[in-house]
């Protein structure tokens, strides 16, 4: 059975960004990587990732109706 999750991709990841982010279909149980491998985004590209706010790994499954968050690394001063 086809879940969903509501998948935002921030900054420089916004550009593998599917059709329907909001309603993104997933069969419980996929993890995060293999939503980004799906995407086509480098894995050394998604840096942080955020489940429902929390900050989780790459290798969480998913079950749908989470709200998934990935970043790539970023800088600062």
């Known amino acids: ?13 916004k550009k593998f960004s599917p059709p329907s982010p909001e309603k993104y279909p997933v069969e419980p149980g996929t993890t995060v990587l293999s939503v980004i491998e799906k995407l086509g985004i480098p894995k050394n590209e998604a840096k942080l990732v955020f489940i429902d706010g929390i900050i989780s790994e790459l290798t969480t499954p ?5 709200r998934v968050g990935i970043f790539p690394p ?3 001063g």
Not at 1 to 13: E, G, Q, R, V
Not at 62 to 66: A, M
């Open 62 to 66: 998913l079950h749908g109706g989470e």
């Open 1 to 13: 059975m086809t879940a969903y999750i509501d998948l935002k991709l921030y900054a420089t990841l």
């Open 74 to 76: 970023v800088g600062g």
